[in-house]
């Protein structure tokens, strides 16, 4: 092996402080604001520590009063967890038997071309009709209406995540149990489904990221405190005139906690879920 | 026997999901199609058949040139800073030294954070009277007073494309990262051993390896970057003076806030075509990628 010289060991132990310092600063930023007094954030120069730590906003939050920020935002947050499940669940029950299919039957394969497409379609270009039908069917401001707009980003998704995910379980196990006599529904449901479980574990999470992250069809589709979703209310927040900063420091917290949460406790999963597709092809 | 599933049993398997396809994406597509030849209003009348008079309203229309232009410019600057960001950072990782597995988990935090959350964590860092740039800055001198950076035209851009790129050269790292690994390490050893110095050595030892995955993730990224929306709303609207009006942002006015649909679908279409050339791209080049390996 290579000798280091004490040059490098510097340099990389340098970077490497660097590359945390970058990424970790605007995270810590949020919420020092979160905890600091009003008088610490508007002060110049500014305050980089809180005299005190003040928590009262997180109280305030999540204080389910009426009409009051903490209720619009608690409302919001249950509108993203129910929207994101529905969706998350809807999509998988679509997607699992499409995953397999595609995984198994060659025919049918350039098909897979075709869902890939439309998750690349842009949503702006569906967002005029979407916005017709859902007001027609009164689906407009309703979880229901927003988690079926959802399926136009989630299910493709899926597909395609399952379907490579699908490849690799051989297919011997099917025909063994072909021969055995085994339906397609029971090949599936008992053979296939427990050994796909971590796969589809892996599609659910991004699934219910990519649905809790949504902004613009939740931007368009709903308007009060029935079915905007924590993403909309975020944005209220900031575009709002609150004058205290640290209250939306203290909302982008809450609304951060639980995707940041997910994404360190299940990182391995995701991280192998998110370079598998672009290294393996 | 034949292992493979059946033709048709495939197609019943795919049903369902094809079916929601058709509704959610393959209906709405083609409405928008009909629509951008109409001068529909998102409210009441179907409006009437125009021909090509919205695109061609377009085509002329400082607006949409303008928009076009600035949503190019956010789509390759973020991107490009992104790509070499990450690919400096993975090859920072690739090394052995202590933390780096620290490091490696704490990528995955930006890419977590929802990003309208992003887009609110930037805005107060920008603030222009109370923000932490200004702040640090000034504090250590390389300021002079407290400035605007959302609102001033000359520097929205940019401020926006550092919010997106510190968000997103992660995911960059990470697959690059995956790619490095995937470099075996004969080869790399082989090479120490003749003697190649380090720029030889990445230059035609591990870059064979990463080209093809950084080609992915630049097309894939270009593409989000190309469709861009929430981070702008939330950050300047497309403010200041139409600086940072993206042709999302532009659709989005034009079909929801004045309400003219025919015109936004018309718009909308555009950005499609843009978008599929890129996608066309990506395909060829995942083929092409492919190709070289089997």
Not at chain 1, 220 to 226: I, M
Not at chain 2, 111 to 137: D, F, Q, S
Not at chain 2, 207 to 235: C, H, N, Q, S
């Amino acid at each position: 092996m290579e000798h280091r010289s004490l040059a490098f060991s510097v340099f990389l132990y340098t970077s490497g402080l660097l590359l945390a310092v970058l990424i970790l600063a605007p995270f810590a930023w949020l919420f020092i604001m979160s905890i600091s007094s009003t008088t610490d954030l508007i002060s110049k120069p500014l305050h980089w520590w809180p005299a005190q730590a003040d928590w009262s906003r997180y109280r305030l939050l999540t204080d389910l009063t009426p009409n009051t920020h903490g209720a619009a935002l608690m409302s919001a947050l249950k509108n993203s967890i129910l929207v994101a499940a529905i969706a998350t669940v809807a999509a998988l029950a679509v997607s699992v038997p499409t995953g397999w299919a595609l995984s198994r039957a060659p025919a049918v394969n350039w098909s897979l071309g075709v869902v890939i497409g439309t998750y690349m379609l842009p949503p702006v270009a569906l967002a005029v009709p979407l916005y017709m039908g859902l007001a027609g069917l009164g689906l407009l401001n309703t979880k229901f209406g927003l988690a079926v707009v959802y399926l136009t980003i989630l299910a493709p998704f899926t597909a395609w995540l399952l379907k490579s995910g699908f490849d690799p379980i051989p297919k011997d196990i099917e025909l063994a149990a072909a021969i055995d006599g085994a339906r397609l529904d029971q090949t599936l449901r008992i053979l296939i489904l427990p050994l796909a479980a971590p796969v589809i574990g892996t599609a659910a999470l991004f699934a219910y990221l990519l649905a809790w992250d949504e902004f613009f069809y939740a931007l368009l589709f709903t308007s009060d405190h029935r079915a905007k979703t924590v993403t909309v209310a975020i944005a209220d927040l900031a575009g709002g005139r609150i004058a205290d900063y640290g209250l939306i420091a203290t909302a982008g917290v809450i609304a951060a906690l639980p995707p940041v949460l997910f994404g360190l406790v299940m990182q391995r999963t995701l991280i192998s879920g998110l370079t598998t597709g672009s290294v393996k092809g | 026997m034949n292992t493979n599933l059946t033709t048709l049993r495939a197609w019943l398997l795919m049903l369902p999901l094809l079916l929601i396809m058709l509704a959610v994406i393959g209906w709405p597509f083609v409405d928008t199609l009909r629509l951008s030849f109409t001068d529909a209003r998102l409210v009441g009348t179907g409006g009437d058949f125009v021909g090509l008079e919205n695109y061609r309203r377009l085509f002329s229309s400082d607006a949409f040139w303008r928009a076009f232009r600035v949503t190019t410019a956010f789509a390759v600057i973020s991107v490009l800073i992104e790509m070499v960001l990450g690919v400096l950072v993975a090859l920072l990782l690739f090394q052995d030294f202590r933390g780096r597995n620290v490091l490696r988990a704490l990528l995955i935090l930006p890419w977590a954070l929802p990003t309208v959350v992003n887009a609110l964590l930037w805005r107060l860092i920008y603030n222009p009277e109370y923000g932490a740039l200004n702040a640090l800055l000034v504090q250590v001198g390389l300021l002079d007073s407290y400035r605007s950076w959302l609102g001033d035209p000359n520097s929205a851009l940019a401020a926006l494309i550092v919010a997106d790129a510190w968000k997103n050269f992660p995911l960059v790292a990470l697959i690059s990262l995956a790619a490095l690994h995937a470099v075996p390490q004969a080869i790399r050893a082989a090479a120490i051993v003749d003697g190649a110095n380090a720029f030889a050595r990445f230059r035609y030892v591990i870059l064979p390896y990463l080209a093809g995955p950084l080609m992915v993730a630049m097309v894939l990224r270009t593409i989000e970057a190309f469709k861009v929306f929430d981070i702008i709303w939330v950050m300047t609207r497309g403010g200041p003076a139409n600086s940072t009006r993206t042709l999302s942002i532009l659709v989005y006015q034009e079909a929801f806030s004045f309400q003219r649909a025919g015109s936004g679908a018309s718009l909308a279409l555009i950005i499609t075509l843009a978008v599929t050339v890129l996608a066309v791209a990506y395909v060829i080049l995942i083929r092409r990628a492919a190709g070289e390996k089997f």
